[in-house]
């Protein structure tokens, strides 16, 4: 049990076609004044970007604006600059980012996602090179979460099967969570446990429409991105969205030399974290096929080598008691369970 168990969640969550034109009128319901920062992913100025500079302008916010290229050259500006807010436009980094950036400054953050990669959408945590831990750290939840339907449309195929690569890996994180609970008596709550779970049965469930990349598939992975960030919200840490399936994908980060995106590597850790705890992984890997996302080494262009490698190393990654166990798995068991789930030939 927490006691007390501190719940901090975000106030407003519009989505839908066009919405990126309403964050300024959001930005003031919620009572936000003065300045704005704005910080603009690698996508670079396009239409979204303007259509949110005008917005806030049009709403007499007082708007500063960056492009992301060097990190801390970056959040040095941002503090700097002293804003009242916060605002990211782009893909996992650039929110990571003005998360980090409001939550040090003890300022509001609102989200503005430009792909549905990932679930940082709507949780508090960030993941950052700069914070030089291999695994994302708690901040605070973003106070807006703005998805425009259109934009997220507009973005590659990849990234939305990514982002259901790692709404999938919540089936294993959830088991992995149990029995950390079980064996090791770690707080487990079954509200936010429940609440991932279900995002990835509702990926399941329309597959095929978020394969043809359906606007109907495509909501339903922005809203069980957002269900995913409550659910961490709820839960007070990563535990019922983060398990052994993303300790493989943080150890293959650090090992490869060309690593794939976050989710495409959780996916496949899925696959093979679901086999050890004894579920239904077949259907985790039909399912990432059905949508498009990678489901073996040569998808994801890494070699078998690494692989396995960061199957050995990944209970290593943090203090998180998974089906790794304390020891982890030897050379042979790792070979044995990529082979088996035929993840390397
Ligand atoms: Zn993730």
């Known amino acids: 049990m927490l006691d007390p168990h501190d719940i901090e969640l975000p106030r407003k969550i519009l989505i839908g076609k066009g919405v990126i034109k309403n964050i300024g009128e959001v930005a003031k319901s919620i009572g936000l004044s003065g300045r704005a920062y704005v910080l603009l992913g690698k996508t670079g100025r396009n239409l979204a970007t303007k259509d949110v500079l005008n917005s806030l302008t049009a709403c007499g916010f007082d708007v ?24 990211s436009v782009g893909g996992g980094m650039t929110i990571d980012l003005g998360k980090y950036a409001a939550f040090k400054l003890g300022v509001p953050f ?67 969570w149990r029995l950390a609970h079980i064996l090791k008596n770690e707080y487990y709550g079954e509200y936010a446990a429940s609440l991932a779970e279900m995002s990835a049965k509702l990926v399941m469930k329309n597959a095929r429409l978020i394969g043809a990349h359906k606007e109907e598939g495509v909501r339903v992975v922005i809203e069980a991105l957002v269900s995913c ?24 980060d650090m090992i490869a030399p060309k690593p794939a995106l976050h989710g495409e590597q959780c996916g496949v850790g899925a696959i093979m974290m ?70 390397i030939e």
Not at 130 to 151: E, G, M, Q
Not at 292 to 315: C, F, M, N, Q, S
Request: proline share 5%.
């Open 229 to 252: 960030g409550v659910a961490m919200c709820i839960a007070g840490s990563s535990r019922p969205c983060s398990g052994s399936e993303h300790m493989f994908s943080h150890a293959l």
């Open 64 to 87: 500063v604006d960056n492009d992301v290229k060097d990190e801390e050259e970056l959040l040095r500006h941002v503090f700097d600059t002293k804003p009242s807010f916060v605002v």
């Open 110 to 176: 609102i989200s503005v996602p430009t792909a549905a990669s990932h679930d940082g959408i709507a949780s508090p945590m960030v993941s950052l090179k700069i914070l030089k831990t291999p695994y994302s750290i708690k901040a605070r939840p973003p106070i807006a979460i703005i998805a425009d339907v259109n934009v997220i449309m507009n973005a590659p195929h990849k990234l939305l099967a990514s982002g259901c690569g790692d709404i999938l890996a919540k089936l294993t994180a959830v088991r992995d």
């Open 274 to 343: 679901a086999y050890l705890h004894g579920i239904d992984w077949k259907r985790i890997k039909k399912t990432l096929e059905v949508i498009g996302a990678p489901t073996t080494a040569k998808e994801l262009g890494i070699e078998d080598e690494y692989i396995i490698r960061a199957l050995v190393e990944a209970h290593k990654i943090r203090p998180r008691y998974t089906i790794l166990g304390d020891t982890g798995l030897t050379w042979e068991a790792a070979e044995r369970l990529a082979k088996v789930t035929e993840v």
